[in-house]
């Protein structure tokens, strides 16, 4: 594979290649919010190289931009749509299917944008019925669609993330591997066990994901053993290692798995997103593996 793969930096993705070794379907849609209240842990940076990967690995993958900052939008590439979002679709105004947009190179890769009105969602969702319920009751439209949803909330617990919490089957929580990665988290825990009990019972916090990893500090690797030793199964051995490439594709309107798929997070993410995929595939399924590569990567500028 990594013969095949071109190490310059396109500026616009004209298709992507698609892994020879497909990654597993889930039985059924996995449903993901990726939160954390804290800020720039790497939520967003998480949630569309994951998505890419998976896309590249033959799923359906979704992904929605909860955060009116709107950089998991950019990030893919999609436009910050004022006629069309997810706001709308929060306000009842649009339904799902008419805010999905395609990410440009990805068939498998679907996203629904985020615009600076969604600011204005927390207040204005305040008054209306079933205020924690409306993106379920949007997702519920579209989810048979889709392998995997992965929903990018903002650094806060307010009624975004209340809705992204109720309208998922499981918690993904970035961690940065830093000195107070872990003041925090007890109150984003505490919100959702709290909405385990009230809203949702079949959320489940069942994905940890370390970023912003340095091996060679002794920081990084105490955080990453006080977060194993609190969370054995959850936490996925794999670190996203802090590296330059990924914080430069947002820029270029890509993730890493594009902008350059051989450097260190393009590789760690692309582990990560098929061990996922692999702890949420069917139990006693052979997996048939055979997927041929099908695309390419073009628009060098
Ligand atoms: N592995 C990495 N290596 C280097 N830089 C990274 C890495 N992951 C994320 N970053 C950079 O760190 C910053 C924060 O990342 P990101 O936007 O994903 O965090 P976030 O949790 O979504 O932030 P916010 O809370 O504002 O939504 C960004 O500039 C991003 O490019
Ligand atoms: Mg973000």
């Given at each position: 594979?990594?013969?095949?793969?071109?190490?310059?930096?396109?500026?616009?993705?004209?298709?992507?290649?698609?892994?020879?070794?497909?990654m597993?379907?889930?039985?059924?849609?996995r449903?993901?919010?990726?939160?954390?209240?804290?800020?720039?842990?790497?939520?967003?940076?998480?949630?569309?190289?994951?998505?890419?990967?998976?896309?590249?690995?033959?799923?359906?993958?979704?992904?929605?931009?909860?955060?009116?900052?709107?950089?998991?939008?950019?990030?893919?590439?999609?436009?910050?749509?004022?006629?069309?979002?997810?706001?709308?679709?929060l306000?009842g105004?649009?339904?799902?299917p008419?805010?999905i947009?395609?990410?440009?190179?990805?068939?498998?890769?679907?996203?629904v944008?985020?615009?600076?009105?969604?600011?204005?969602?927390?207040?204005?969702l305040?008054?209306?019925?079933?205020?924690?319920?409306?993106?379920?009751?949007?997702?519920?439209?579209?989810?048979?669609?889709?392998?995997?949803?992965?929903?990018?909330?903002?650094?806060?617990?307010?009624?975004?993330?209340?809705?992204?919490?109720a309208?998922?089957?499981?918690?993904?929580?970035?961690?940065?591997?830093?000195?107070?990665?872990?003041e925090?988290?007890?109150?984003?825990?505490?919100?959702?066990?709290?909405?385990?009990?009230?809203?949702?019972?079949n959320?489940?916090l069942?994905?940890?994901?370390?970023?912003?990893?340095?091996?060679?500090?002794?920081?990084?690797n105490?955080?990453?053993?006080?977060?194993?030793?609190?969370?054995?199964?959850?936490?996925i051995?794999?670190?996203?290692?802090?590296?330059?490439?990924?914080?430069?594709?947002?820029?270029?309107?890509?993730?890493?798995?594009?902008?350059d798929?051989?450097?260190?997070?393009?590789?760690?993410?692309?582990?990560?997103?098929?061990?996922?995929?692999?702890?949420?595939?069917?139990?006693?399924?052979?997996?048939?593996?055979?997927?041929?590569?099908?695309n390419?990567?073009?628009?060098?500028?």
């Amino acid at each position: 594979m990594a013969d095949e793969v071109s190490r310059e930096t396109p500026t616009k993705v004209v298709g992507v290649r698609r892994l020879k070794e497909a990654m597993a379907k889930p039985a059924s849609t996995r449903i993901f919010t990726v939160a954390n209240q804290k800020g720039g842990v790497g939520k967003t940076t998480t949630t569309v190289n994951i998505a890419a990967a998976m896309a590249m690995g033959g799923l359906r993958v979704l992904v929605i931009d909860l955060d009116p900052q709107g950089n998991a939008s950019t990030a893919l590439g999609v436009e910050h749509c004022d006629s069309g979002g997810v706001y709308e679709v929060l306000m009842g105004s649009a339904t799902m299917p008419e805010v999905i947009k395609k990410v440009s190179g990805f068939p498998e890769l679907d996203c629904v944008s985020s615009n600076t009105s969604l600011a204005n969602a927390e207040i204005n969702l305040v008054s209306m019925v079933a205020r924690e319920l409306q993106l379920k009751a949007a997702i519920d439209e579209v989810s048979a669609n889709y392998d995997y949803i992965f929903i990018d909330c903002p650094p806060s617990l307010g009624l975004l993330t209340i809705n992204a919490f109720a309208a998922s089957k499981e918690l993904l929580i970035p961690i940065q591997t830093e000195y107070y990665a872990l003041e925090g988290l007890s109150q984003l825990l505490e919100t959702y066990s709290v909405v385990k009990k009230r809203l949702n019972p079949n959320l489940n916090l069942s994905t940890i994901v370390l970023t912003m990893f340095d091996s060679r500090t002794r920081l990084s690797n105490d955080v990453a053993a006080n977060v194993r030793s609190h969370f054995p199964s959850e936490l996925i051995d794999i670190p996203i290692p802090r590296a330059v490439r990924v914080s430069e594709a947002p820029s270029y309107n890509q993730t890493v798995m594009t902008y350059d798929p051989l450097s260190p997070g393009a590789i760690a993410y692309m582990q990560v997103a098929r061990e996922i995929a692999d702890r949420g595939k069917p139990k006693d399924v052979v997996f048939d593996s055979n997927v041929v590569s099908i695309n390419y990567k073009g628009g060098i500028a």
